[in-house]
């Protein structure tokens, strides 16, 4: 039997698919899975006279691949990687490549890349986004590991992922675990613009009265426009569908607890410990732990009120401010990911290139917008942006659409209806931009009370007072 170009571990949903996909691209697979009957059921299934090759044992699937190997893990992040590694390694070679797919803990995967070179092991991160979808027909991937082994993978990744029309949505992200930090801080940005949806959602629901039909429809439409992305046009599919059973839409019938599974949580996390505010994803994940505590919120329903005086109904005008905020807050929330890239780069020498990042993020992956073209050409005039607001292009759009901020969030708060993700994304602006902020008087309160010190504007040096 001729050798699988690649094999693929973890055969879940996108793992099924990414070996679909590897082997429509020409490249032969072998297959293994933790439960055998997952096997069987793909390579009987849609796998059936395909160049899917079975294996129901470690020793076998690694014996059946060409040298040096690659191998894809698709199991799920956390113990089960560490676990399915132990397996693999008395098997491997030195030379040998092994991918984590997965959307694991980028320390994680700083610890794994040293344990699997200490063998002679090339090891990748690999960001992969898109979905189940995305993994059949082509996914958004960002790879990170050693540069001198990404040859060995290059071509299979860059032919099962999408195509923009400048090229793969895959590119070398940087050494270690920077494909999978890059993956992270993607999902912290869709967990901001998700957020927001949610918001314009709500405010439009609840403040414009309009019902899951007539939103949808708007969704739609904005769709057609600068918002285009991925989230708008799902959103718009989303409030269209109609419960079968019941006949009502579905997204009405939805309990309203979001769940997560740490991405988000990890960005804003790392983001505290490199000093980088990003408030706008902050808020969002602040949104689904608020959002999970179901029962408190019935029960304090019941004894906090709102505004007492009732807020006339917002007429139809109002829904062109929401499109013009949400294009604000969008701006807002990728300016805060790509700060929060541009500081782990050089913090973990990742030396990332956020125009290229920009770009792979145009096809495939959950956030892919039209906004990504601006944002790829402002890193491309500019590989060493400070900060997305202060591009020509991207400070007059910010600039232009801040007053439909400011007014969905005055309306918003008027009716008592929480905004967090657009309040925390105009607070960045606001504060971004001043050149004076008001933390003098922290820093006067710290010297008062802790003897903290203190510089002053009008003279160098560093002072203390004894402030009584
Ligand atoms: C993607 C998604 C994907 C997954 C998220 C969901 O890019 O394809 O981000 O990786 O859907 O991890 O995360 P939560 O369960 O935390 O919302």
């Not at 803990?105 to 991160?125: I, N, P, Q, V, W």
């Not at 500019?382 to 400011?406: C, F, K, T, W, Y």
Request: aromatic residues 8%.
């Amino acid at each position: 039997m001729e050798p699988s170009t690649i094999g693929l571990i973890g055969l879940a949903v996108m793992g099924e698919n990414l070996v679909l996909n590897m082997e429509h691209h020409g490249f032969s697979v072998s297959v293994y899975n933790r439960t055998a009957q997952r096997t069987r059921e793909l390579v009987e299934g849609p796998g059936r006279g395909k160049k899917i090759h079975p294996t129901f044992d470690v020793r076998d699937f690694v014996a059946s691949l060409a040298r040096p190997r690659r191998i894809f893990l698709m199991v799920q992040a956390g113990a089960a990687v560490d676990e399915v590694l132990a397996q693999l390694r008395p098997h491997l070679s030195p030379g040998d490549v092994v991918m984590d797919g997965g959307n694991s803990y980028f320390k994680d995967t700083d610890r794994r890349s040293k344990e699997m070179a200490a063998a002679g092991l090339a090891y990748f991160g690999v960001g992969v986004s898109g979905g189940e979808a995305g993994a059949l027909n082509g996914p958004c991937i960002m790879p990170g590991g050693p540069r001198e082994a990404y040859g060995l993978i290059e071509p299979i990744l860059t032919a099962i992922a999408a195509q923009v029309p400048d090229g793969p949505c895959c590119t070398y992200i940087g050494p270690g675990s920077a494909g999978h930090y890059v993956k992270m801080v993607h999902n912290g940005c869709e967990y901001a613009v998700m957020q927001l949806i949610a918001e314009a959602y709500d405010l439009l629901r609840t403040a414009c009265g309009l019902n899951a039909r007539e939103l949808s429809d708007i969704f739609a439409r904005w769709n057609e426009g600068e918002l285009q992305s991925y989230l708008i046009e799902i959103t718009a599919k989303v409030l269209a569908y109609v419960d079968p059973d019941s006949r009502q839409p579905l997204v009405d019938l939805i309990l309203d607890q979001a769940g997560q599974k740490g991405t988000g949580k990890w960005t804003s996390q790392d983001a505290l410990d490199l000093g980088v505010p990003i408030p706008a994803i902050d808020a969002a994940v602040s949104a689904r732990n608020i959002s999970a505590l179901k029962a408190e919120r019935v029960a304090a329903a019941e004894i906090l009120s709102g505004p007492t005086e009732g807020a006339a109904p917002l007429g139809r005008d109002f829904v062109e401010v929401v499109r013009a905020a949400l294009y604000g807050g969008m701006i807002l929330a990728y300016a805060q990911a790509l700060a929060l890239l541009r500081a782990a780069s050089h913090e973990y020498g990742y030396d990332l290139n956020l125009s290229e990042i920009s770009r792979i993020w145009k096809g495939g992956c959950i956030i892919r917008a039209k906004l990504l073209d601006s944002i790829q050409a402002a890193f491309r005039r500019s590989p060493d942006l400070v900060n997305l607001l202060v591009d020509a292009g991207m400070s007059e759009a910010i600039n232009r659409h801040q007053s439909a901020l400011r007014q969905l969030i005055q309306e918003a708060i008027s009716r008592g209806i929480a905004v967090p993700a657009f309040s925390a994304a105009l607070a960045y602006f606001d504060s971004y931009r001043r050149e004076r902020l008001p933390v003098n008087l922290i820093q006067a309160q710290r010297d008062f009370f802790g003897a903290h010190t203190y510089q002053r504007i009008d003279r160098p040096g560093t002072f203390h007072t004894e402030w009584e």
